[in-house]
């Protein structure tokens, strides 16, 4: 099993970026042009998202959910052949005035992927794609 995870820092609050973030149907403010969700079910723990990407439909389940401590974790329960296991985490914490580290990372199976490289392609999606978009979002809401 490999873990990937990637923590930055962005310019806002934690809430702001939480708010961003927490409704686990939505994943307007940071998702890649190649996803999106397709239906839901639910919300909190136990909702369900159906997702079109690049690799084809998906379908992610919210497995734990705490919008106290801002953080919720999702698997893959139908998508890629070659992924297995994956369970993805989410958290949102203050670090300073106006400023916040988001942390998002997983435990994965990817296989017929040498494991360093589907570490290093997890980590790319997160923070090249997810964060970076999520950080474009804030800056054009302000």
């Known amino acids: ?10 310019p806002a609050s934690a809430e702001k970026v939480w708010s961003l973030i927490e409704d686990f149907s939505d994943v307007s403010a940071w998702a890649t042009a190649d996803l999106s969700v397709t239906r ?3 919300s909190g723990k136990g909702a369900l998202r159906w ?3 690049a690799q084809g439909p998906m379908v992610e389940r919210c497995e734990t959910y705490d ?10 329960t139908e998508g890629p052949d070659n992924m297995k296991r994956y369970l993805s985490t989410v958290s949102v914490r203050p670090a300073g005035d106006e400023r916040c580290i ?7 199976e990817l296989e017929g992927v040498p494991e360093a490289a589907a570490v290093q392609l997890m980590e790319g999606v997160y923070r090249d794609g997810f964060i970076a978009n999520l950080a474009r979002t804030l800056a054009a809401t302000g």
């Not at 988001?102 to 994965?108: K, N, S, T, Y």
């Open 1 to 10: 099993m490999a873990t990937a995870h990637v923590e930055q820092e962005l």
């Open 40 to 42: 839901s079910e639910g």
């Open 51 to 53: 997702l079109e990407t």
């Open 67 to 76: 919008a106290q401590s801002r953080t919720f974790s999702y698997s893959i």
């Open 102 to 108: 988001i942390a998002w990372g997983c435990d994965f």
